[in-house]
């Protein structure tokens, strides 16, 4: 069975699993997500409790640490623009 996207991808790129964590400043603490999607251009979040983040933040996955920018949200799914 096919599920409908939420969303119309920019760019190509593919399903992922794993943690995450959103820094919304330098002293705030880190919250916990999942990453469910990711691409070059963007990616889409799962926050494992329902919280009024900015628009616009960092994100850390692994090593990898990115400006994002919040395109739509659904919920507790969030979709990224880096």
Not at 28 to 50: E, F, R
Request: glycine share 10%; aromatic share 10%; proline share 6%.
């Amino acid at each position: 069975m096919q599920h409908k996207r939420l969303y119309e991808r920019i760019r190509p790129g593919g399903r992922i699993a794993g943690a995450a964590k959103i820094f919304v400043g330098p002293k705030a603490p880190a919250i916990d997500c999942i990453l469910v999607d990711y691409s070059p251009g963007g990616a889409c979040i799962q926050l494992t409790k329902y919280l009024d983040l900015p628009n616009r933040f960092e994100l850390l996955y692994g090593t990898t640490r990115k400006h994002c920018r919040v395109v739509w949200r659904r919920a507790m799914r969030m979709g990224l623009a880096f």
